[in-house]
């Protein structure tokens, strides 16, 4: 098993966390384990408070159906963040990758629940220097995105693809299908045709992958 593991850890029993997310806590936890809280679930992964003695870490859990190498981007960029001195972003302690569990440092925080100008400067700032802070070295060692934004067609495609599966509940909502083909799937249409005439006015290549140097990372999921 490729566990990175540090020190001895006990966990205490805890009846609404599944036994397997308790175990991964104890192997990977670098104390004694208190108690798992879950605090969200998402299609993407799973993501725990873990108490420990000595304070408390963010646990994530990956799907194991899922053939994405979520967890490997996720820690490469993790390292990333800490090698560029990005202090707004967590450390990771350990992880299993059998299991696809990262143990990361907990940062303090609040849900938003009303964005303000402030909340908008702040996110535009990071941003900032995700791009100051990128260089090849990390470009190459974190990868693409799964649904990375690198032409107007993979962009097209990727909407398409959200859009072909709308077709299975096409017929099942009152005046949906009619809405999808007299109004969605014509804007999109729509929305390919400007866009590869402004692409052809700019003297762009709309099918073609950005270079690599004009890639950079952006801070894609507030969840």
């Known amino acids: 098993m490729s566990v990175q593991r540090l020190g001895t850890t006990f966990i205490m029993q805890s009846s609404d966390i599944p036994e397997p997310v308790r175990d991964a806590a104890a192997r990977l936890a670098p104390s004694p384990v208190l108690a798992v809280e879950e605090l969200h679930k998402g299609a993407n992964s799973r993501v725990f408070r873990v108490k420990a003695a000595d304070g408390n870490y963010a646990m994530k859990k990956y ?9 490997g981007a996720e820690a490469r960029a993790l390292r ?6 990005i202090s707004e972003t967590p450390r990771l302690v350990a992880s299993d990758t059998d299991n696809r569990v990262s143990l990361m440092s907990w940062l303090d925080g609040a849900a938003v629940t009303a964005v303000s100008d402030a909340d908008v400067e702040q996110f535009a ?3 900032l220097r ?17 649904e990375a934004c690198n032409s ?22 009152a005046g949906f299908a009619d809405f999808f083909d007299n109004a969605l799937s014509p804007a999109l249409a729509a929305f390919e045709k400007n866009a590869r005439r402004i692409y052809a006015t700019l003297g762009q290549d709309f099918d073609a992958d950005m270079r690599q140097e004009r890639l950079t990372l952006i801070a894609s999921d507030f969840g």
């Open 63 to 71: 799907p194991l159906t899922d053939n994405r190498d979520r967890q």
């Open 80 to 85: 990333f963040f800490e090698r560029a001195r």
């Open 152 to 173: 107007g067609a993979r962009i097209v495609a990727q909407a398409r693809a959200r859009l072909d599966r709308l077709v299975t509940v096409r017929d099942t909502v």
């Open 130 to 146: 995700l791009d100051r802070a990128i260089d090849d070295a990390a470009r190459r060692q974190i990868g693409a995105a799964s």
């Open 125 to 127: 700032e990071f941003q």
